[in-house]
């Protein structure tokens, strides 16, 4: 086997030893020890063009960007493919697919071997974290796609740095990934929490592969943080800052396509004058309790891996620029120059277009353009509302959690939980309906707790105790909240405007947060009152439409409650008593 520069770049001997022998189970060619340099991008670039892996774009249009299409069968998040590997079904818990570590593992590497014979497997250090940071991990992924490799030097802090963390320590996740024929039935993303390892096979899509991400930031991310005190959550965090220079820290928990990255790097409207949103991420939140007693917060991405539908200079005018240069797009739509284009970024479509599938499209085609789950990975430090505090080894200190769904019935636009204990239970009894970033159909209404259940990395009735558990060392406990973008009239039109509208909502949180903001109480939680509200500016919604947006019906609570059964009585044997308490209380309330 032939090393770049016939040598490696670590002096670590348990990453040289781990690396020559998944080379040896592979049968790889060559091995590529990536440093992360300039000169390597463009390297590896080029290659990916040569290659046909990468399609160059319109570089006055979109300077440095580059286009991906994936195989159509291979276009989202698994779940049915995903397992978590442990010794007992029930430390995995009954919402993850569970295997016994020993027969995965043998499997996998039945799939593994050989499989990159006459290939060149690429070695990927990464960081989840800023540098220095207490609590930023190592990542090592072992790769046969070019498409991973480029992806990670955007998603992570890829290179020399994570072997520099790193050191002489064990200490690092296990990575490898093999695209074998991209078979369907060969697809596996499996995850061992006690070997901090994970394996993928089959799969070329970027939630399935690009490993830093969902798989180890969140399944084995959550395991990690359980044991060590703190939490590994699917959240954006925002910074808001007021006309007078206030700064408040605030997560959010959507589930995948709910609106995340919108939010993350929402531009207020026109009244607002003088406040300002600030990005520190938009999808993972490592948050661990300081020695003042406050949450802190760090993203341990370095870019955002978003979906492209519904993007648009009226939607996200931050993403539109942030995803401008430098971007790499999967499976969304080709003009005849090499411009992007997808399903909400234009009112008007052009004549014609090459689609997802590289097949002609006009606008009569039955079709869409681009994949409802087509995506963008691009680097953080284009976006211009960056946070100064983004690599902060310390994090930032949250005052608020955000918890929200997509739901067009039922759930008020936002409410405030009572205190920690209800918060949890508002948050683990939250649902939305399904969108395309997970296989399956779209739109049936599922429970999603914290919008963790697809990357919960253990037991999830453990989980909810360890989120109850956590209040014994956060003394300033943020305030939880839960907001509902989605719901719907009697017509079938949205209630609330969104976008850069939801800074309304935000404003009343931050208010409710510094105490300035006054609420009546409800049996579900807080509520602002119009009074409360700030509408102004507002001329097609009033203070009666604001009561239909938030407006609760007793029934249709009652069949709420009611619904939580199903998750509740899976998760019984593990389920907190404290929530099943909560419960009760609410109805009680109602």
Known sequence: MQMKNGKCNTQNGAVINWVNRMAGLCCAEKIFWCDGSEAEKELLTNLAVAEGILIKLNQEKLPGCYYHRSHPSDVARVEQCTYICTDTEEEAGPTNNWALPKQMYSKLHALCAGAMAGKTMYVVPYLMGPLDSPLTKVGIELTDSLYVVLSMRIMTRMGQVAYEHLGESEDFNHGLHCMLDLSPDKRFIAHFPKDNTIISTGSNYGGNVLLGKKCFALRIGSYLGRNE??????????????PTGEKTFVAAAFPSACGKTNFAMMIPPPHFTG??????????AWMKPGPDGQLYAINPESGYFGVAPGTSCQTNLNAMKTISRDTIYTNVALTPDLDVWWEGKDETPPPELIDWKGN????????KAAHPNSRFAAPMTNNPMLAPEVNDPAGV????????????????????????????????????ETTAAAVGAVGQVRRDPMAMLPFCGYNMGDYFKHWLNLRKLVTIPPRIFHVNWFRKDDDGKFLWPGFGENMRVLKWIIERCR??????????GWVPGPQDFDLEGMDEFDSERLAAA?????????????SQDELFIKLYSHLPKELIFQRELLVARL
Do not use: C
Not at 229 to 242: F, R, T
Not at 360 to 367: G, R
């Open 229 to 242: 005190g703190w939490l590994a959550e699917h959240m954006l965090i925002l910074g808001v800052e007021s």
């Open 275 to 284: 406040w300002k949103i600030w990005t520190i991420g938009d999808d993972i």
């Open 360 to 367: 002609p499209w006009t606008p009569e085609s039955k079709e």
């Open 397 to 432: 200190p949250i005052s608020a959690i955000i918890f929200g769904g997509r739901r067009s019935t039922t759930i008020p636009l936002v409410y405030s939980a009572f205190n920690w204990i209800h918060g949890v239970y508002v948050g683990a009894s939250m649902s939305s």
């Open 515 to 524: 105490g300035r903001a006054g609420a009546n109480e409800t049996p579900l």
């Open 550 to 562: 938030q407006r609760m019906s007793m029934d249709d609570w009652k069949r709420e409650v009611l």
